[in-house]
Each structure stands twice: as structure tokens, then as C-alpha cells.
């Protein structure tokens, strides 16, 4: 469980000015994309796949993040991911979610994807287990943001915005103790990592 109170503040104070300057919104999905990136240096082997019985370590981030299609799910991928400043992932997801959308892809958008995300909060759905799309080892699930009653460190009660986030990963590449370090690695990132860079 992410708490988002500082994220969903920062988002709110900038996104009139980071739209005038970028062109795009500035939205949750770009820093889960910034954070599963930087969170992939600290637990490189959720971002690798398996190649019969060898574990191909991969040196960059292709994140795959699934659209909503009329005819399902696509999903196409953002190169490079741990290269791009927040607002070029913001960016490019709007870029590519529109491609997917008027089903203008190029088959290279689809293509070498090494980690994948997926939004189910979308439809109101707080958790939810998806499915990896193989080679990947991995695939993160986000679900929808609601408001939670937190016991805070001083004891005291308060209503915090929170996200559920779930990891489905290859047992044959990694243990569970290995993909919660990731978990709570991501969750670092998207609580305490609070910037437009």
C-alpha cells in the first residue's frame, strides 16, 4: 500500500504549469513509471527474462504499459525508461497511449518490452493479479486510488489517499523476499522521491 498525500499535493500544485511547459498532464502513471525505473537498479532481476533455462539480464528499461483498446488490452513500450526525465515519460506515455488508441503503433512500439505495468484502478478495482507477458519475469499492477483511514507515527488517525500496488513475478527467477524488496524499493520511490527530474 503506497500512501500518495505528498504525490497527489505535488501533482496538484504543478500540473497547470508543467502542461503549459511540456504540453503534457502531469499524472500518477509518470512517476510509477520514474519509479519502478529506478527502483529496477536496486532489484535488476525483475527486469530481465528467461531464455529456457538462462536469465537474460537486461541493461535498460523497455516499459511495457497497458491501454485500454476496444478489442481489450495493448500494450506498447517506452524505451529506455531509466534514461528519461519525468517530463519525456510523461510524454511519451501520452504519445503512445493516443497511437494505441487511434491504432496508429508501429510494430517497433510493441516490441522488446522487459518489464510491463498495468493500470486496473481504472475501473475502480483496488488489487489485482495480472498476468506476466512472457519473456518478462515481471509485470506491475496498480490499482485505484481511494481513501484509507492511517494510523499515523504519532499514534494519531487521518485519512490518506493510497494505492495498492501488486507484483507478479517468475518463481523461477525470483523469490518472493526478493520481489517484496522491489515492492518496498517502488514504494520508497513514489512516497519520498518527489520531483519533476
Request: glycine share 6%.
Amino acid at each position: 500500500r503506497v500512501v500518495l498525500l505528498k504525490i497527489l499535493k505535488f501533482i496538484q500544485e504543478n500540473k497547470a504549469p508543467f502542461l503549459a511547459q511540456t504540453g503534457a498532464k502531469l499524472t500518477i502513471t509518470a512517476f510509477v513509471a520514474r519509479a519502478i525505473a529506478r527502483a529496477l537498479q536496486a532489484y535488476p532481476l525483475i527486469n530481465s527474462s528467461l531464455d529456457g533455462e538462462t536469465i537474460v539480464m537486461k541493461k535498460f528499461v523497455n516499459l511495457g504499459i497497458a491501454v485500454s483498446v476496444d478489442q481489450g488490452v495493448m500494450v506498447p513500450v517506452m524505451k529506455d525508461c531509466q534514461r528519461k526525465k519525468l517530463s519525456e515519460i510523461a510524454k511519451q506515455i501520452a504519445e503512445l497511449a493516443e497511437k494505441t488508441r487511434n491504432h496508429t503503433l508501429a510494430p517497433d512500439d510493441i516490441k522488446e518490452g522487459s518489464i510491463t505495468m498495468t493500470n486496473f484502478g481504472m475501473t475502480g478495482t483496488m488489487i489485482g493479479v495480472p498476468i506476466i507477458r512472457y519473456p518478462e519475469v515481471a509485470i506491475v499492477g496498480l490499482g485505484a486510488i481511494t481513501k484509507k483511514v492511517a494510523a499515523m507515527p504519532d499514534d494519531s488517525i487521518a485519512i490518506r489517499s493510497v494505492m495498492f500496488v501488486s507484483l507478479t513475478f517468475d518463481h523461477r527467477v525470483l523469490d518472493g523476499i526478493y520481489g517484496c524488496g522491489f515492492i518496498n524499493e517502488l514504494k520508497k520511490h513514489l512516497e519520498q522521491d518527489i520531483s519533476l527530474e
